[in-house]
């Protein structure tokens, strides 16, 4: 290999380490965050206690868990978790690591699907439902193969079908298509496959144990909302709900996204009581 076949690679290599490394999020507290905060209490958990995360509801309600993506913080599913606790829920908000209240660690897609394994862990039991944003829904996604997470219900919000997110950010830099090639297999680590395998959809194999609401907003410029139908050709009873005029982020906010998942969520705990009832088929 010659020194200008490496040169794609050793660029991939450096934005990677780059991306890995970014320092911490964090987004001041505003006045809305603050009268939220009132009604949750918080906990830590994780290796050496280095997560944190807010409760909000009863705590003999079904269990909902909420993951930002990367660069946000658990601020921003205060609005659904106060919703989520109204409806009857125990909603408990995440800050992942080298976010909000965590404390500082390399970033990955990898980190959220760890830091969901670290929150089942501490809680002795997989939650109702996933509920994340962006990267950690396709993260959560993941995890249920690599890490062995589960759930009865799953809500992903804004969720890139495969780890594009960093190769557009690369081109953006002006990388060429090779070097941009060249980043696929360092992200497709994360995921414990190759890059193939996450196009074919191995984030999205369908769980004939669950139910999975797949939301976006056709205004996104981050996500490409006809993830949607890719996702719904893997996991074929998929429900999609789009909305408009939100983007990437003030989807989390939008009444029409919290209503549809208070709603999805009502009708997974039916849906999961219906199937305990049955049973198992028996075999003839």
Not at 6 to 14: D, G, L, S
Not at 79 to 84: E, G, H, T, W
Request: hydrophobic share 45%; glycine share 6%; with cysteine.
């Amino acid at each position: 290999m010659t020194s200008g076949d490496e040169q794609p690679i050793e660029q991939a290599r450096a934005f990677y380490a780059a991306m890995r490394a970014q320092p911490p999020v964090r987004f001041p507290r505003r006045e809305e965050d603050e009268a939220a905060i009132k009604q949750s209490s918080s906990f830590r958990f994780g290796p050496g206690r280095s997560l944190a995360a807010r409760i909000f509801g009863a705590s003999d309600a079904p269990l909902v868990a909420l993951m930002h993506g990367w660069g946000g913080q658990s601020t921003q599913f205060y609005r659904m978790a106060l919703a989520l606790a109204e409806a009857g829920y125990r909603a408990i908000v995440v800050d992942c690591g080298n976010h909000g209240d965590a404390d500082p660690m390399p970033l990955g897609f990898d980190r959220f699907m760890l830091d969901a394994a670290a929150l089942a862990d501490n809680l002795g039991a997989m939650p109702f439902a996933w509920v994340a944003h962006s990267a950690a829904a396709l993260a959560i996604m993941s995890a249920r193969r690599t890490h062995g997470l589960s759930a009865q219900a799953y809500v992903t919000i804004a969720a890139p079908f495969t780890p594009y997110v960093p190769l557009n950010r690369f081109r953006a830099m002006g990388a060429d298509q090779e070097t941009v090639d060249a980043l696929k297999p360092l992200l497709a680590s994360e995921f414990a496959c190759d890059w193939n395998a996450l196009e074919a959809g191995l984030a999205w194999q369908r769980d004939e144990t669950a139910r999975l609401l797949a939301v976006y907003d056709d205004d996104d410029t981050m996500v490409r909302s006809t993830d949607a139908e890719q996702i719904a050709a893997v996991w074929p009873d998929c429900l999609i709900y789009r909305t408009t005029g939100n983007g990437h982020n003030r989807i989390l906010k939008s009444e029409q996204a919290i209503m549809t998942t208070l709603e999805f969520l009502e009708s997974s705990v039916s849906w999961s009581a219906d199937r305990r009832q049955a049973g198992p088929i028996k075999q003839l």
